[in-house]
């Protein structure tokens, strides 16, 4: 089965239903929107085969488009808004993409692809055009998973992988139903957004309301009027609306009432004071709309108190684990005690996980297996070679324990991705390569460092004699501008020693950044 094949299942089961909440299109309507879409590109010369770009927002002309670029037995390139001209080129040119369909305030002038206008409004159904035949292995998406520039690592993922996430997201079955109104302002370009705001919906027969800005005054206007069922976001997003939540119940001068209600609320509710508890928990609870049943959090690490909090208040909160090659979800926690350090569960239906090369403390390398997990970089066999065993395992550098729940717990990454507080990832690699181009910088090594509590991509530059501080923020300033802001290195230290290295002359990240720590790079720029 292709996307478009198990898009037409769900329509066939649940063609009332509403796909596009806020458009109130349902499913069979938004399949006639789909073909609609991809008449306007086959006359635009697209074909199977071909890859073809999004570039947009989370308005309902992405997944319209998305599907018809699959109706069409394209590929589709999808592209993070935040980032830069230049690196649209790159990714273009490097999966040889032919076309972006995109929001008008994205283009620019370019002679790697043309442009589309993706809110042309379009016209007939071609009855005469049907959907290609597009085989399970055929690739359904592409993203670069460590930066546009330098040597990029492009995922390449099936319609098999994205089906069998869909499938495997069954595993939610209890929490979520046909017909929810699940909150789409993840967005879809990144892998978490796209599993549960694409994946999920279609393999339930929910319906998506897709918010294409983060003002927090139209998420809560939406929460209010929509009342979703289901709501994904980065715990940072959770964090800030717990926030938000007990300073506004502390300007009442209620909190020590509520702290209290809803941290005794399991006893308050045995000894028959539930009436109690529930008259605690609703007006906060009234904030998402009422009807919140389901908070999956993802893409970073959600802190203790911020999910006792959340569940506290009766809501089921889960976390999610995993990585654009495993079409995000590969793990899913289930509510239960005592799950900190951050836990997230055990891996979802059809997918295996083993622990490697354990410490003392039971610390280990996690590697998975399964449907889910895609069969290898685009173009980059040395890579793989690293990264797969002979059993068809992935590395996925990440350190974590085992309880005997049998749930797993993060413990640290043994790769270099920086995840910054926002959920965003930061591969040092490709920005290694960038500031290596600085003239007067022999070597440089980024790391994931705290400055004032806030989590940064930070720059250790071993540097030419005659290169000064001003010279090289001059120069880290000229690079940053060819990247996204969110991952520029605004935080470094110099120095005219060179950077400790392994005997495959590899920098040693983490005696660089403890070297820092002790001082030992007293130029800095912060």
Known sequence: MNMFQLLEKTAG???????????????????????????????????????????????????????????????CLMLDTNLTPFEYNNMAELTDCKMVCAEKSFFFKTDKF???????????????????????????????????????????????????????????????????????FLPMYHVFGFAVEILASVHYGAGVLLQPTVNPKD???????????????????????????IDNIKAKKKWWLVYIVLKYGKFLNKIGLGSLVKKVQKPILDVFGGRARLLVAGGAATKPEVE????RLGLTFIQGYGLTETVGPICISKPTKHRFPFAFGGPITNNDCEIRDKNEDGV?????????????????????SEVFDERGFFNTGDMVTMDKNGELHFSGRKKQVIVLDSGKNVYPDELEALYMQIPGVKNVAVFEHKVKNKTVSYGVFSVDDKVTIDDLAAGVSAANKKIASYKWVTHFAMTTEDLPLTSTQ?????????NLINGEYPIRKE
């Open 13 to 75: 089961k649940y063609p009332d239903n509403l796909f596009l909440v806020r458009e109130e299109v349902n499913y069979t309507n938004f399949i006639e929107l789909i073909k609609k879409r991809a008449a306007t590109l086959d006359a635009q010369g697209i074909k199977k085969g071909d890859t073809v770009g999004i570039l947009a927002h989370n308005i309902p002309e992405f997944p319209i488009t998305l599907f018809a670029i699959w109706y069409l037995g394209g590929k």
């Open 114 to 184: 043309t442009f589309f206008d993706i809110t042309t409004k379009d016209g007939a159904v071609k009855s005469e055009l049907k959907p290609a035949v597009v085989e399970s292995t055929d690739v359904a998406t592409l993203s670069f998973t460590s930066g546009s520039t330098g040597i990029p690592k492009i995922v390449p993922l099936t319609h098999f992988n994205l089906v069998e996430c869909a499938n495997s997201l069954e595993d939610m079955g209890q929490w979520m139903k046909s017909g929810d109104v699940l909150y789409g």
């Open 219 to 245: 998420i809560m206007d939406d929460f209010v009027k929509f009342r979703p069922q289901v709501i994904p976001a980065v715990p940072r997003v959770w964090e800030v609306f717990r926030n938000k939540i």
């Open 308 to 311: 006792t909090f959340y569940e």
């Open 364 to 384: 280990g390398v996690l590697w998975v297996r399964g449907h889910q997990v895609f069969s290898g970089y685009m173009n980059n066999p040395e890579v793989n």
């Open 506 to 514: 590899k920098i040693k990240h983490h005696v660089v950044r403890q």
